[in-house]
Nanobody, 126 residues
Framework: QVQLVESGGGLVQAGDSLRLSCADS????????MGWFRQAPGKKREFVAA????????VYADSVEGRFTISRDNAKNTVYLQMNSLKPEDTAVYYC???????????????????WGQGTQVTVSS
């Protein structure tokens, strides 16, 4: 079973950095591609970044490309989202998700993901 818990959110100023973590308490973390999504008030949940099971592939939304970095440590059952040069429009609840797919896949479609964390709030002030 996959149980995801996010941490690392908070209130920062524009231009600051944050690193989100998502830990899986199960024993099958390396069997899943991992993704980060976010949802701002009144908006749909949107894709942010994804990393394949074997760490060979990462994919980013255009809005975060070059500012955010997704990575995973399979030995620690944890996926990270390093967020630099934060903007007020990055304000949202951030969710991690797990999807059991082929080792090289990094899905961007939220409907493909099977397991979700509870979310962590990121607020960027101007």
């Amino acid at each position: 079973q996959v149980q995801l818990v996010e941490s690392g959110g908070g209130l920062v100023q524009a231009g600051d950095s944050l690193r989100l973590s998502c830990a899986d308490s199960g024993r099958t973390f390396s069997n899943y591609a991992m993704g980060w999504f976010r949802q701002a008030p009144g908006k749909k949940r949107e894709f942010v970044a994804a990393v394949s099971r074997d760490n060979s592939r990462t994919v980013y939304a255009d809005s975060v490309e070059g500012r955010f970095t997704i990575s995973r440590d399979n030995a620690k059952n944890t996926v990270y989202l390093q967020m630099n040069s934060l903007k007020p429009e990055d304000t949202a609840v951030y969710y991690c998700a797990a999807d059991r797919v082929a080792p090289w896949e990094a899905p961007t479609d939220k409907t493909a993901y099977d397991y979700w964390g509870q979310g962590t709030q990121v607020t960027v002030s101007s």
